[in-house]
């Protein structure tokens, strides 16, 4: 079957997209890991940093590219409505929820106690302003618009919502990789080839399909607030155990396949053309 003209520029903005995320991302932590201090200290941490905005980076040369163009924004697009919003603080809690029962279930497998005091130490060390503020900035909001604004809905339009999923959990486990080189960061604590490395790889799965069904839900704003949640809670208990990474996969793993099964693929406000066949605009690219 011969390709559409939009599934074939769709095609080449996904190219370009991930040429310049890992390109951006990439070179960015190349540059950390060869100047070696930790990760927060300076020169090392503006590289450090900034890796963490490839995603963001391309897609706003994919925006500005298509803007340019003349091109309409992909019929997958979710456009922005007040009223889907109400989505993003149940899924907010939801995502949190997720990691929280996985402690627990952890602790209840052998593994550790959930504790505060951990959380106490990160918020009394950083502040509580600093740390909202990183964990919005570093994960949610340099990376959201990228992988969902972006990425998925040019693959929705010719791949199903669960293959989209898995093609992009993968693809952000590799992403993260050089983070495992720089000393400081949570991956390097984790290490690549440890238990709790590889269940972290791993993790990116389930934790990128909840940020596709977010996103399938109310736009970027929901998948914003499912990856804040997910990476401050898992900062806040400490969550480095294998055994509480095992659970946590395993309940997001439910959590999606629920979210899959009762959502409505015709519900979700996507772009609609107007009476003169022109699309409205999206919330994001």
Request: net charge positive; proline share 7%; charged share 10%.
């Amino acid at each position: 079957m011969s390709s559409t003209p939009s599934t074939g520029r769709y095609r080449s903005d996904l190219v370009l997209f991930t040429a310049i995320a890992f390109g951006v991302s990439w070179a960015s932590w190349g540059a950390a890991i060869g100047m070696g201090g930790p990760a927060m200290n300076p020169p090392t941490v503006l590289p450090y940093l900034f890796g963490a905005f490839g995603p963001l980076v391309a897609a706003l040369v994919i925006r500005i590219r298509r803007g340019r163009r003349g091109e309409p924004a992909p019929e997958r697009a979710i456009r922005f409505r007040s009223r889907t919003l109400l989505w993003a603080p149940v899924l907010l809690v939801l995502a949190s929820a997720t990691v929280l029962a996985g402690a627990f279930l952890g602790h209840a497998a052998g593994g550790p106690a959930p504790s505060l005091d951990y959380a106490l130490n990160v918020l009394n060390s950083q502040g509580p302003a600093m740390f909202l503020a990183m964990m919005v900035i570093s994960g949610p909001l340099s990376e959201e618009p990228g992988w969902r604004g972006t990425a998925y809905p040019r693959m929705r339009a010719s791949t199903g919502r669960f293959q989209v999923g898995l093609v992009l959990g993968v693809s952000w486990a590799v992403w993260h990789l050089p983070l495992f080189f720089i000393t400081g960061t949570v991956q390097n604590q984790l290490g690549l080839t440890t238990p709790s490395g590889v269940l972290f790889a791993a993790s990116s799965v389930p934790m990128a399909m909840l940020c596709c069904c977010a996103y399938e839900r109310a736009g970027v704003v929901a998948s914003i607030a499912v990856h804040f949640a997910v990476n401050s809670t898992m900062v806040l208990l400490g969550v480095q155990a294998p055994v509480t990474q095992a659970m946590i996969i395993g309940i997001q793993a439910i959590a999606v396949a629920v979210l899959l099964a009762t959502s409505n693929r015709s519900a979700a406000p996507r772009l609609q053309a107007d009476a003169s066949g022109a699309q409205k605009t999206a919330e994001y690219v």
